[in-house]
């Protein structure tokens, strides 16, 4: 795929309020920079992640999304992001199976107290997706200008 | 075993143990057997059918006619009884209204596969064991029927019946299937010939819903398929992104649930490959979570209602090379 050279990707993040979310805003307290690429969403819990806001996501012009939750074991509903994480498993396993750049997707656990790990995360996350290049194979193409 | 079973449905029925049965009778063509509820002995007689076009597995219609007065009887293929028990685990059919003839099988026909092979004009199929006899308006015809088993059939998994009343014939055991061969061969593809095998196939999807109609496992009172306010309920679809949302949908409600049934590759008009899909996901789920076969038992957990808190993190899917 061609990669133009002042491509700016979108990159939407589904952060879990009561661990991701959290520590987004700890990283903005600390000063800590992350690409203004990124667009937050807030969802109570990872595992309200309907698959389908992934894709809607993708299909409204995103070219990546990642889903950010509380570490195993510490989600604020006990289990919900184990749940998440096979759900994610699976899906993300399908969009591979349908020719779809597997690198366009990720889960990672990020707790209230790693405002630094966030920001890592997306540094790096953004840093993959402008390498792979603008989303095509997912877009919905009434929403692109 | 038409006779047999004929006998059987019209024995339920006089015998007053179902006040109705539910049962194959001839639809608009004579390979195109439909469901049928019968009522009378009669009509039993005269039109109630089992040969090897009676693909329809009834475990659906159970969720419905369970709810209705008086009991009925229905006969269950080896493969139906798995979403008969599926659906009876998800708590959808009423159990003691339902009576269940567990019914033999050796394989269904797909009348497609005949017309592959450049026979046209069929008017008629007999069954003469190994060979099927085909009567065209050209004349007699002859195929071996194991080159024109419908797909599902090929790979049959099991012949074992997992829940009935009544067994008609012997109990067969769980089959050594060749299903998923076809998925890891695609897995073996690179990125860009799977995405231009699936833009290829699911293009040609016309929306009519008839795989999610006819799924059991799909037996949501409200679909989100219906639901304006989904933003997927379009029959046509705006993109070529829209159609492979259409069917990620509908394969990831059913994952844990799908027992493999082969209804919706059955019905799709477009003969879609529909079943690739849905094992795609039995086979993660076997790989990731261990071998789980829905509705084999009531007891396990479906592996998407259930988790171990040392399962595999999505990043799996990153190191599984080319997958
Ligand atoms: S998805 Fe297809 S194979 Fe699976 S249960 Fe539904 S109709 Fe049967
Ligand atoms: S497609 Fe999904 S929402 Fe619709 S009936 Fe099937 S499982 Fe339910
Ligand atoms: S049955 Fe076939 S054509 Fe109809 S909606 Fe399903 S995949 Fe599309
Ligand atoms: S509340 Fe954070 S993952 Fe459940």
């Known amino acids: 795929m061609q990669v133009e050279k002042n491509f700016e990707p979108t990159v939407v993040a589904f952060c879990c309020n009561w661990c991701s979310y959290a520590g987004a805003d700890l990283s903005g307290n600390n000063r800590i920079q992350y690409p203004a690429n990124v667009k937050i969403i807030r969802i109570p819990c990872s595992c309200r992640l309907n698959p389908m806001f992934i894709l809607r996501a993708f299909q409204r012009g995103a070219d990546g999304v990642i889903l950010c939750g509380c570490h195993p074991g510490d989600c604020h509903y006990t289990s919900g992001n184990y749940f998440a994480r096979r759900r994610m498993t699976l899906l993300f396993s399908m969009l591979s199976f349908l020719g779809i750049e597997k690198e366009r997707c990720r889960v990672e656990w990020v707790s209230a107290a790693e405002g630094a790990k966030f920001a890592a995360t997306m540094n790096d996350f953004v840093a993959t997706i402008t390498r792979l290049g603008e989303n095509k194979k997912l877009e919905d193409l009434r929403c692109k200008k | ?323």
């Open chain 2, 1 to 323: 075993m038409q006779e047999v079973i004929k006998q059987k449905a019209i024995e339920l029925l006089s015998s007053g143990k179902a006040d109705r049965v539910l049962g194959w009778k001839e639809g608009e063509f004579f390979y195109d057997i439909t469901p049928a509820v019968f009522t009378d002995v009669k009509e039993i007689e005269e039109k109630f059918v089992y040969n090897a076009f009676c693909g329809p597995n009834f475990s659906k219609y159970l969720v419905a006619e369970s709810r209705k007065d008086g009991k009925i009887a229905v006969f269950l293929k080896p493969c139906d009884t798995y979403s008969f028990q599926q659906l009876l685990k998800e708590h959808r059919i009423l159990r003691d209204k339902v009576y269940a003839v567990g019914i033999p099988c050796d394989g269904m026909v797909d009348i497609e596969k005949i017309r592959q092979k450049k026979i046209k004009g069929i008017t008629g199929v007999t069954e003469a064991g190994e060979v099927l006899q085909i009567d065209t308006i050209y004349g007699k015809k002859e195929v071996a029927k194991k080159d024109v088993l419908a797909e599902r059939c090929e790979n049959c998994k099991s012949k074992k019946h997992v829940v009935y009343d009544e067994l008609i014939g012997e109990e067969g055991d769980v089959l050594d299937s060749h299903r998923f061969d076809l998925v890891e061969k695609i897995e073996a593809m690179s990125e860009e010939e799977r995405f231009a095998f699936w833009q290829n196939e699911l293009s040609r999807c016309i929306r009519c819903n008839a795989c999610r109609n006819v799924c059991p496992a799909c037996t949501c009172e409200k679909c989100v398929f219906d639901n304006p306010a989904s933003g997927i309920d379009q029959k046509a679809a705006a993109d070529s992104f829209e159609e492979k949302m259409f069917h990620i949908i509908r394969a990831f409600h059913v994952a844990g649930r799908c027992t493999d049934c082969g209804e919706c590759s059955r019905v799709c008009p477009q003969n879609i490959p529909l079943h690739l899909l849905n094992r795609k996901f039995i086979k993660d789920i076997n790989e990731f979570y261990g071998e789980y076969q829905a509705g084999a038992d009531m007891e396990t957990r479906a592996p998407l209602t259930d988790y171990q808190t040392d399962d595999c993190e999505p990043s799996v899917i990153l190191t599984k090379g080319d997958q």
